[in-house]
């Protein structure tokens, strides 16, 4: 029960084309407040990315952003295994084994299934 849009795939492709419209009255509304992060880009420079994160929030550098996965407090969300990982590449493309499933989901994303 809960998350009923991401049980279907043309369900899940409307809910992110709305998400999308949201975020751009957001940006349009409040330029320059919203920090958009792109996983590929994250993965390709963690430090650069978590710097200008930290930039974005007016909050100081620390090397342990680096290290999060060795962090052992106790992580409560759905995440839970991934974040006692450090960033990998091998979730990037992985969709792409799956194209023949995912049709209905990327005609629904229709131009966000290319261009993000």
Known sequence: HGQEFS??????????RSY??????WYNVL?????????ENVVANPESNARAMLDHCELTWDPACLSF???TRQVLTASAIQVR???YHSSIRRWQRYETQLVPL???????AEHG
């Open 69 to 71: 996965h060795k962090n």
């Open 7 to 16: 049980y279907d795939q043309t369900d899940l492709g409307t809910y992110y």
């Open 106 to 112: 990327r005609k629904a994303l229709g131009e966000y």
């Open 85 to 87: 990982e450090p960033v």
């Open 20 to 25: 999308r419209r949201l975020m751009k009255h």
């Open 31 to 39: 330029p320059g407040r919203i920090f958009e992060v792109i996983y």
